[in-house]
């Protein structure tokens, strides 16, 4: 069984940056497709960012674009995703998920994935 470990959680001001980190444990996520999603209070789960296996491609939901960036970290074998410019409303629980298969029709959709780590707290206030 595949087990998911976020990383680098905690509280920031708005307008820092944060980066959280997905990986695998005992293992290499380079053959899975990887979403980062998130829950915030009172919201319902939202899909955040996604990367596929197959050709390197990403995705990034309209609330995070242009402040959010997913990427491979070869050397440690970790999917990261570095955001910036962090707003009071990206305060959440963020989740990594995992999946062998990339479903490019619903890359941003909780279905997609069948892996899934334990979440990490981000907070964002001043």
């Known amino acids: 069984q595949l087990q998911l470990v976020e990383s680098g959680g905690g509280s920031v001001q708005p307008g820092g940056s944060l980066t959280l980190s997905c990986a695998a444990s005992?293992?290499?996520?380079?053959?899975?497709?990887i979403g980062w999603f998130r829950r915030a209070p009172g919201k319902e789960r939202e899909g955040v960012s996604c990367i596929s296996s197959i050709d390197g491609s990403t995705c990034y939901a309209d609330s995070v674009q242009g402040r959010f960036t997913i990427s491979r970290d070869n050397a440690k074998k970790t999917v990261d995703l570095q955001m910036n410019m962090l707003k009071p409303e990206d305060t959440a629980v963020y989740y990594c998920?995992?999946?062998?298969?990339?479903?490019?029709?619903?890359?941003?959709?909780?279905?997609?994935?069948?892996?899934w780590g334990q979440g990490a707290q981000v907070t964002v206030s001043s």
């Open positions: 005992g293992s290499t996520l380079e053959y899975y497709s």
């Open positions: 998920a995992a999946d062998l298969l990339f479903s490019s029709d619903y890359p941003l959709q909780t279905g997609s994935y069948y892996y």
